[in-house]
């Protein structure tokens, strides 16, 4: 008989809340019971341990036994307590000591036979505990080389529970996290792909150098697919706040990718035009679940078809666009996940798309307008650029001259970047429409002057005043002067203006 305790931690979306799971061994009928709010992956856990605890040749304590979870107002999920339940309980029967566990979190889902299985989520689990002044983790081996990109923690894996308990009893190293590996490149894309399309190539450049939105419309083969895919190889690469940011996010979702834990490239998601409400934005039964909206965080989210994307879907984007978070609200808890993205859609000018353009389209002015129309006001006013796309000259497929690299553009684009960094701290679609009309980056209005006069017809609106500012600063800095010309805006404008 006796009592013990173990830390782990529960995650609300994002964020790593400490819990204490405290176990009671005591005279009594043989149960085993588990409270503090646990759902059904976690209360399920009893008939998990018991059988890991006996297929790893120990003892099951024959007493009455009592696992708490604190705080016990804090929901908790998964399986990933196992673990810690499972120590908690032998720490308390005496089987294990448990003053090593003073100053660790354990994390790992339990099979029957004793294994320690991997589990979403060890990255911001991890980050949670080091911020919390706990000095280890034992962690699932599968998990080892996520948990140790956290600094300021030491990380230790184990494959079984029975290496665990031998550890504790000093009868046996655990296991070490691998080392790095190189990170992941970009299948090798590249923009001197694209064929002609000189003003598709014009765009990608900008939305890369500003951070801006980007609307592609064209018939098929123009190259509205392909430039898409490129626009992340002339990004610059992740931070390494942003890097550990992206990683966490696809720790969430279970798509981390084996080789390199780290992510260090932006990173690319285009879901399907049939894809639901919940897997573009999160959500979920019960805990919200990042969607590929958050997976593309500090990356590119691509829609091609957008016109086909279900109505509710695109509206959805509409928020997370402005404020760069997605906010999912359940009963329980609101869960706040990172989306900060550049959306890139792609869009047939028509339901019938013939590959030659406007000159074999079969479809009625009408019907044209119904298809673009799904595209609603203010999903497109919260797009920097609108490009309509022709079909790709024949000299330029047939030619042996290629475009431009994607190497080569990239450097400018970090250029462009490094610019506006140093001019207000953030990319140039970042920037708030205060700072706009500063005195110091106010444009003289003989520069403004096309501007002011669609603003005045109500062409644009004031957020789309401001988006195209920000464009106009974005070619200016990929120049290398110090403020945009007339012909900087009235190039952002055109570019504005897409279908219209």
């Known amino acids: 008989m006796g009592y013990a305790q173990v830390r782990a931690v529960a995650l609300v979306g994002m964020v790593g809340q400490m819990v204490v799971v405290e176990s009671d061994v005591a005279a009594g009928l043989p149960s085993l019971v588990v409270t503090g709010l646990p759902d059904a992956a976690l209360t399920q856990a009893r008939d998990r341990v018991r059988a890991a605890v006996v297929n790893s040749g120990e003892e099951w304590p024959q007493r009455r036994l009592t696992v708490n979870l604190l705080p016990a107002h804090l929901p908790k999920h998964g399986s990933s307590f196992d673990l810690a339940v499972a120590a908690s309980l032998l720490a308390a029967a005496g089987a294990i000591p448990a003053d090593p566990l003073r100053e660790a979190v354990l994390i790992g889902e339990l099979g029957l036979d004793g294994t320690v299985r991997p589990v979403r989520g060890v990255l911001p689990a991890v ?22 990109l956290v600094p300021g923690i030491v990380v230790r894996a184990t494959d079984t529970l029975a290496r665990l308990i031998g550890f504790l009893r000093c009868d046996g190293p655990l296991l070490d996290p691998p080392s790095p590996g190189p990170d992941a490149d970009v299948d090798g894309l590249d923009l001197a792909d694209v064929l002609g399309q000189d003003r598709g190539r014009r765009a990608v450049e900008l939305a890369a150098a500003g951070g801006h ?13 392909m430039l898409a895919q490129r ?17 966490a996010v696809h720790s969430l979702a279970g798509a981390l990718p084996e080789e390199s834990p780290l992510i260090r490239q932006p990173p690319f998601q285009a879901p399907h035009h049939t894809t639901s409400v919940a897997a573009l934005v999160g959500g979920g039964s019960g805990v919200g679940r990042p969607g590929a909206l958050s997976r593309a965080h ?19 984007l509409r928020q997370p666009l402005e404020e760069g978070v997605v906010r999912i609200s359940r009963s329980r808890a609101e869960t706040v996940f990172p989306a900060r ?54 000299e330029a497929v047939l030619g042996d001259e290629a475009g431009e690299s994607s190497e080569a553009v990239a450097s400018r684009v970090a250029g462009a970047r490094a610019a506006a960094a140093e001019r207000w701290g953030a990319t140039n679609a970042g920037v708030p429409s205060r700072t706009l009309r500063d005195a110091r980056y106010r444009l003289p209005r003989v520069v403004s002057a096309p501007l002011a006069k669609d603003l005045d017809r109500g062409l644009i609106s004031a957020r789309g005043h ?11 800095d990929l120049d ?9 805006v009235c190039e952002a404008l055109d570019l504005r203006r897409g279908t219209r």
């Open 127 to 148: 980050v949670a505990a080091m911020r919390n002044g706990l000095r280890y983790a034992v962690v699932p081996a599968e998990n080892a080389a996520e948990a140790a």
């Open 213 to 225: 939105n980007l609307a592609l419309f064209g018939p098929p083969g123009a190259g509205k697919t």
């Open 231 to 247: 626009l992340p190889t002339v990004l610059p690469p992740l931070s390494d706040e942003a890097a550990l940011e992206v990683t």
């Open 298 to 316: 500090h990356g590119v989210l691509f829609m091609d078809e957008a016109p086909e994307f279900s109505p509710a879907a695109l509206e959805a």
């Open 341 to 394: 993205v550049q959306l890139v859609l792609a869009s047939n000018p028509c339901p019938c798309a013939r590959p030659g353009g406007d000159q074999y389209c079969e479809c009625s002015p009408l019907a044209r307008r119904r298809y673009l129309s799904r595209l609603s006001g203010p999903l497109l006013d919260r797009i920097d650029l609108q490009v309509k796309l022709s079909p790709a000259r024949p």
């Open 466 to 476: 401001d988006r195209v500012l920000r464009v106009a600063w974005t070619m200016c």
């Open 480 to 488: 290398g002067r110090a403020h945009p010309e007339l012909a900087d």
